[in-house]
């Protein structure tokens, strides 16, 4: 029936429509609406609006990532820092690459190197290694200083030492990494599952 087809149109798509608003075409770009704010963008300063359009952190940014688990991290000039949901800084603009939070740690490097800070924006694992991603069931894709990729936990200690050319996250208990021309996928015991 007609009625059931609408009911499921809403139900699969419950977000349409809830950032589409008027106010969007007063900017250039503006993204999808995380923890209830859209990172706009206008004459090439980024800043972050509400629902209604409200900019809660002003166009004055270089650059930005979107929200995760409340933060973000803009750019200043040429560096990165973290602003909480209302705009206060939880970091100084110190960074030189930044990543988006996830499982309560975010990547950053200085100085070229990578580390994490946590959301009070403590750096908890040093700026140490060659290349960091995020974590992922509990480990971290990181590199060397040779370059090989390998796995930390959440300590910085490291689990699957680094060997590989390339890693990629855990997801569902396994990763794909990559080592000379072989791509295969191991488990967090470092065991090969399947080619």
């Not at 704010?37 to 930005?64: H, M, P, Q, R, T």
């Not at 590199?143 to 060997?163: L, R």
């Amino acid at each position: 029936s007609v009625m059931k087809t609408l009911l499921l149109f809403i139900f699969m798509f419950p977000v349409l429509g809830l950032c589409a608003q008027d106010w969007e075409k007063n900017y250039d770009y503006v993204d999808q609406c995380i923890c209830g704010l859209s990172k706009v963008s206008k004459n090439g300063k980024v800043g972050y609006a509400d629902k209604n359009g409200l900019e809660v952190i002003k166009l004055g940014f270089d650059d930005g990532l979107t929200f995760n688990e409340g933060l973000v991290a803009v750019k200043k000039g040429n560096k990165w820092m973290y602003l909480d949901s209302t705009g206060k800084a939880i970091t100084e603009a110190i960074f030189d690459d930044a990543l988006s939070f996830e499982n309560g740690l975010a990547v950053v490097s200085k100085d070229g190197l990578y580390g994490f800070i946590n959301h009070r924006g403590n750096i908890v694992i040093s700026c140490q290694f060659e290349n960091a991603r995020n974590f992922s069931e509990g480990l971290a894709p990181v590199t060397n200083a040779k370059g090989f990729w390998g796995y930390i936990d959440k300590n910085g200690n490291w689990v699957i030492k680094a060997q590989y050319d390339y890693a990629d996250s855990f997801v569902n208990e396994e990763a794909r990494i990559i080592k000379g021309s072989k791509v295969f996928y191991i488990n967090k015991d470092n065991k090969i599952i399947r080619e």
